[in-house]
């Protein structure tokens, strides 16, 4: 399992109503959360990764209410045996300049142990 997998797992019961996934669905919905590995390193076997979670949604303040539900989630996760932190790095305004559809990304730093 990847910890994209993993925290697509665990956000998906937790954002009821609301696709959760890796990539964006098609045909896109209303609202969305996508889930994307940024970035990882490894010192001494213990993994860590930059996670960017991205909300999507019908305007800039339904994806900022939407981010604001995954930055909640986010911070329980440490209640998991697999992740021992879980830190916000940065959250942001983050629209596709594509679509033009409204999204906000929340950055978090994440160490794991599968």
Not at 86 to 105: E, F, G, I, M, V
Request: proline share 5%; glycine share 4%; with cysteine.
């Amino acid at each position: 399992m990847t910890i994209e997998e993993f925290i697509i797992d665990y956000l998906s019961p937790l954002i009821t109503g609301i696709h959760v996934g890796g990539s964006v669905p098609h045909p896109m919905p209303n609202e969305f959360v996508t889930v994307e590995k940024t970035g990882s390193r490894s010192t001494d076997r213990i993994e860590s990764a930059t996670i960017a979670v991205q909300s999507w949604s019908t305007s800039i303040a339904s994806a900022a209410a939407l981010n604001e539900l995954i930055k909640s989630a986010m911070a329980g996760a440490t209640a998991l045996p697999q992740i021992s932190r879980c830190a916000l790095n940065s959250d942001y305004n983050h629209t596709d300049q594509a679509t033009h559809k409204p999204r906000y990304q929340a950055v978090f730093d994440v160490v794991y142990l599968f």
